[in-house]
């Protein structure tokens, strides 16, 4: 049973820096492992954060965090790591991490929620202005 466990989520000021991680369990094969990261405000739309296909280390943010959020490759494959830098108080919101499989990255944004099997419980982020 494939199982993600986030953690990292913490309080803080606008302008640091905080990171995300988010470790799966439970595949068997890896070979076309994508994971992603989407945050979720009451009242507004999840919104897919970033992602990165495992396989070739691709990437994809979002235009509201891109250059600013980042997924470093990690050689495990199974690990996924959200380095978030220069927070601002909009990026308040509850951080899920989501991991399905895909043979590849189409397009320059993030894949959208329905391409995901599994979903982790979440963890909380909130940036004080």
């Known amino acids: 049973q494939v199982q993600l466990v986030e953690s990292g989520g913490d309080s803080v000021q606008a302008g640091e820096s905080l990171t995300l991680t988010c470790t799966a369990s439970g595949y068997t094969d890896t070979t076309h492992l994508m994971m992603g990261w989407f945050r979720h405000t009451p009242g507004k739309e999840r919104e897919a954060v970033a992602s990165i296909l495992f396989r070739f280390g691709w990437t994809r943010s979002a235009d509201s965090v891109k250059g600013r959020f980042t997924i470093p490759k990690d050689d495990t494959k199974t690990t996924m790591t959200l380095q978030m830098n220069s927070l601002k108080h909009e990026d308040t919101a509850t951080y899920y991490c989501?991991?399905?499989?895909?043979?590849?990255?189409?397009?320059?944004?993030?894949?959208?929620?329905?391409?995901?099997?599994?979903w982790g419980q979440g963890t909380r982020v909130t940036v004080s202005s």
């Open positions: 989501g991991a399905g499989s895909a043979p590849a990255l189409i397009g320059a944004t993030p894949p959208p929620a329905a391409q995901y099997d599994y």
